[in-house]
């Protein structure tokens, strides 16, 4: 099995900053794209931005330039970096992870998600 979790949510203030961070863990064998997602209250759930195996991101042309995603790829952790975040930017955000874990499985996995909340 593979779990993902994701940290790093909280409440911050209009402009300030957040790193999330989205873990992996259990019999992975390789992780094909890491993928951040939001949703608020009343909205579909949006696409953040998305990293792959080889470095390729991409995100939303109205996010890209303030968010970063990053990836360690031994640790099986992806990072959201936030800046100059927005009262509109309060949402869950989740992440989703693709790979094939042990004997050749492949996966499908989201997290429980974290809450970002951004006012004064």
């Known amino acids: 099995q593979v779990q993902v979790v994701e940290s790093g949510g909280g409440l911050v203030q209009p402009g300030g900053s957040l790193r999330l961070s989205c873990a992996a863990s259990g019999s992975i064998l390789s992780i094909f794209r890491i993928t951040w997602y939001r949703q608020a209250p009343g909205n579909q759930r949006e696409l953040v931005a998305q990293?792959?195996?080889?470095?390729?991101?991409n995100y939303p042309i109205a996010l890209r330039a303030r968010f970063t995603i990053s990836r360690d790829n031994a640790k099986n952790t992806a990072y959201l970096q936030m800046n100059s975040l927005k009262p509109e930017d309060t949402a869950v955000y989740y992440c989703n992870v693709v790979g094939t874990a042990n004997l050749g499985t492949p996966f499908n996995n989201w997290g429980q998600g974290t809450q970002v909340t951004v006012s004064s």
């Open positions: 990293i792959t195996s080889g470095g390729i991101t």
